[in-house]
């Protein structure tokens, strides 16, 4: 299994972090997925960051293949640790619909999930291969306040 980051993940584009209590962030993390992907590898989507709290996720997929699914989740590792084999730790939204669909995380869920001192990757791993072609994509819309 291999890990594919998007380009907040390389830090290619910033992410907005909560400095203060009770102001929401959102953040919108627009993957390409034109060049495919493995459903045996995950997608390193974006930042959780430290001491956050999910107020909702958002998951709009295009073109990704008729009945293909995702679950999106807190992966183990590193925040940004491209080169060791990483797993959806926790699954904060199991079998998204992700081809030509927007779905809404559940809103008491997300925000249940636990809060951590440390930076925590947002990953996604798919039910099958997306096969490479113009105009796949994933987008995972988060919005987060501190804890």
């Given amino acids: ?11 290619r584009m910033s992410v907005a972090v909560p400095m203060t ?14 060049g495919g992907i493995l459903a045996a590898d995950i997608l390193e989507v974006g930042l959780l960051p430290a001491n956050a709290r999910i107020t909702g996720i958002t998951v709009i997929g295009a073109l990704t293949g008729t009945g293909q699914t995702a679950d999106l989740g ?12 990483r797993t959806l730790a926790t699954v904060l939204m199991n079998d ?7 779905v ?3 809103v008491d869920a997300l ?6 001192g440390a930076n ?4 996604m791993t798919f039910s099958a291969n997306i096969a ?11 919005r987060t306040i501190m804890a």
């Fill in 1 to 11: 299994m291999a890990t594919q980051q998007s380009e907040h993940a390389k830090e």
């Fill in 21 to 34: 209590a009770g102001i929401e962030t959102v953040n919108i993390y627009d993957v390409d997925l034109s």
């Fill in 74 to 85: 807190v992966m183990t590792g590193e925040w940004r640790d491209g080169n060791s084999v």
């Fill in 96 to 102: 998204v619909t992700v081809h030509n669909a927007t």
């Fill in 104 to 106: 809404v995380g559940n």
């Fill in 111 to 116: 925000t249940d999930f636990a809060t951590s």
């Fill in 120 to 123: 925590r990757s947002i990953g």
């Fill in 132 to 142: 490479a072609g113009a105009g796949k994509s994933v987008k995972a819309i988060v």
